[in-house]
T-cell receptor, first 113, second 111 residues
Framework: EPEVTQTPSHQVTQMGQEVILRCVPISNHLYFYWYRQILGQKVEFLVS????????KSEIFDDQFSVERPDGSNFTLKIRSTKLEDSAMYFC???????????FGDGTRLSIL | QKEVEQNSGPLSVPEGAIASLNCTYSDRGSQSFFWYRQYSGKSPELIMF????GDKEDGRFTAQLNKASQYVSLLIRDSQPSDSATYLCALSTNTGNQFYFGTGTSLTVIP
């Protein structure tokens, strides 16, 4: 069964550094999403992406964050100048249509030191 | 702000019993509703989705939606210890561009 894959599974970075989290969505999906989940808290929406542009973003997704689909398969989340509070699990998801079920990757655990 | 409310639990049921999980939401414009299961340290896994009022059954799982009362529920029949997890309610609005998640209900099935 097709799945969303994310790399790396765990990223440890010094505060102030930039990180790039990578995702390969399911191949025939057109809608892509990033979520984060701080330990013990709920899953929070960051951004949705369709047709090579951002469809919607939350208040969390400020200028520190950016997304890109550099080629036909990858979907990346870049966090510039990381902060301690960026430590969380980051999930990528994709769906075939906008309001259809989203399928999640296994996540990247980001630890900021 | 689109609120999705769930009782955090923990909810404990004996093996073989029916587990009932509930979710209420504030935005009447919500169109699509989803139940995800999340094991500790893992990603959300889709269990059910429902778009129309009424019941939808899939194996041991039944989702119930009542848009007038703004609630959606998940019933798990013949609960198994492997069902022990956190269950997340999620919804999307008519744009479908983002999901709003509840905080989840922790379910423990006691052997």
């Amino acid at each position: 069964e097709p799945e969303v894959t994310q790399t790396p599974s765990h990223q440890v970075t010094q505060m102030g550094q930039e990180v790039i989290l990578r995702c390969v969505p399911i191949s025939n999906h057109l809608y892509f999403y990033w979520y984060r989940q701080i330990l013990g808290q709920k899953v929070e929406f960051l951004v949705s992406f369709y047709n090579n542009e951002i469809s919607e973003k939350s208040e969390i997704f400020d200028d520190q964050f950016s997304v890109e689909r550099p080629d036909g398969s990858n979907f990346t989340l870049k966090i510039r100048s990381t902060k301690l509070e960026d430590s969380a699990m980051y999930f990528c998801a994709s769906s075939g249509e906008g309001d259809k079920p989203q399928h999640f990757g296994d996540g990247t655990r980001l630890s900021i030191l | 702000q689109k609120e999705v409310e769930q009782n955090s639990g923990p909810l404990s049921v004996p093996e073989g019993a029916i587990a009932s999980l509930n979710c209420t939401y504030s935005d009447r414009g919500s169109q699509s509703f989803f139940w995800y299961r999340q094991y500790s340290g893992k990603s959300p896994e889709l269990i059910m989705f429902i778009y129309s009022n009424g019941d939808k059954e899939d194996g041991r799982f039944t989702a119930q939606l009542n848009k007038a009362s703004q609630y959606v529920s998940l019933l798990i029949r013949d609960s198994q210890p492997s069902d022990s997890a956190t269950y997340l309610c999620a919804l999307s609005t008519n744009t479908g561009n983002q999901f709003y998640f509840g905080t989840g209900t922790s379910l423990t099935v006691i052997p």
